[in-house]
């Protein structure tokens, strides 16, 4: 049978999800702990290959398995040998033919960008620290000239073939600061922001690119007007530095 599974994983000390020779992945996790469980070779896909550092809350991976009992004790025999970094959350059989990266309608990441001026170590595994004050206003409004079917070249580059088009359907921004009540960090340590972007695909490493330009408008570096010139230009060069891994977290993927 077929199965699909909502996967969580802290991807701070993983080389990405795709299986790499001599570096520990997030498939390779997920395909040990289900041959332990199964005694079978299981072959693990997944709706986003996420790049080294990159964590997941809702990450969508479908397997095929000759597993007699029940879903529910395969969920619970896999949270049970896989690593503490990773986790099923959700399990069922999905339909013959399913495949997550294929079947996605759409994909959306949150960056988590902490601004202060001292860093929050409980956050550092989760968040970019930015001590240098940020114009969320700016930010936003250089950040709606990502919305629709344009050509993304300046943010990335193309997984497979030359094809840089993709369709965001939403890039916001938003104080998240709510995300760590009680933590202290609302009450004059800073504010954390989070950008969510959902597009039908991304390009390799366009959501990082594409929030490090956004920063550098936030500080002032770059105008919206500037924005928009790198946007239509095409030209890879004309981004900002791109924004560190640890901030972004695969959210949600729609079917």
């Known amino acids: 049978m077929r199965v699909r599974a909502l996967v969580a994983y802290d991807g701070t000390d993983y080389s990405g999800f795709q299986r790499q020779v001599g570096a520990p992945t997030v498939q390779e996790a997920l395909e040990t702990a289900l041959g332990e469980v199964t005694q ?28 007699r009992h029940g879903v529910e004790d395969l969920e619970r025999a896999m949270n049970a040998v896989l690593p503490a970094d ?15 990266r294929y079947d996605a309608r ?15 170590p409980i956050a550092r595994r989760f968040s970019l620290h930015m001590p240098y004050p940020l114009d969320m206003g700016a930010m936003q ?24 088009v993709r369709r965001v359907a939403s890039a916001v921004w938003r104080d998240a600061t709510w ?20 597009a039908n695909a991304f390009l390799y490493r366009m959501v990082r690119s594409i929030v490090g330009t956004l920063l550098d408008v936030g500080q002032g570096r770059m105008s919206v007007g500037d924005f928009e010139e790198a946007l239509k230009s095409c030209e890879r060069g004309q981004a900002g530095k791109t924004a560190a891994p640890h901030g972004l977290c695969l959210v949600h993927v729609n079917y």
Do not use: K
Request: net charge negative; hydrophobic share 40%.
């Open 40 to 67: 079978e070779s299981v072959c693990v896909w997944a709706a986003g290959r996420t790049d080294a550092g990159v964590h997941a809350q809702g990450q969508v991976i479908a397997f095929d398995t000759a597993w």
């Open 141 to 164: 409004r250089a950040a709606d000239m990502l919305v629709g079917e344009q050509d993304f070249a300046t943010f990335g580059q193309a997984p497979q073939g030359e094809i840089t």
């Open 86 to 100: 990773a986790a099923v959350r959700e399990l069922e059989v999905a339909r013959p033919g399913f495949h997550p």
């Open 106 to 120: 759409s994909r959306r990441y949150r960056y988590l960008v902490h601004n202060a001026p001292v860093r929050w």
């Open 179 to 198: 995300l760590c009540s009680g933590s202290g960090a609302g009450r004059g340590e800073g504010r954390f922001l989070a950008f969510d972007i959902e």
